[in-house]
């Protein structure tokens, strides 16, 4: 298993959308995102200056039915 970087809502919300997922919506300051055929939706906490916290971004790395190293090989 590979170990999991510091990277910012941005980036994480590009590498999600690399795996398919697409923006449904956006309230405040996460951006929530849908896939076809998902049960679960994804809402990323995207705040100037700040990077997601490990334990935030492996919740939702399991919640898509993902693997760290699958998300790390989308990260743009």
Do not use: C
Not at 5 to 11: H, K, V
Not at 31 to 39: A, D, I
């Amino acid at each position: 298993m590979s170990r999991l970087g510091n990277y910012s809502g941005i980036t994480v919300v590009r590498a999600f959308q690399n795996a398919g997922w697409s923006v449904s919506r956006k309230r405040g300051s996460h951006v929530v995102l849908e896939k076809p055929g998902h049960e679960a939706t994804l809402s990323i906490p995207v705040h100037k200056g700040r990077d997601i916290k490990r334990g935030t971004l492996r919740d939702l790395i399991k919640d898509a039915g993902m693997t760290v190293d699958e998300f790390t090989s989308l990260l743009p």
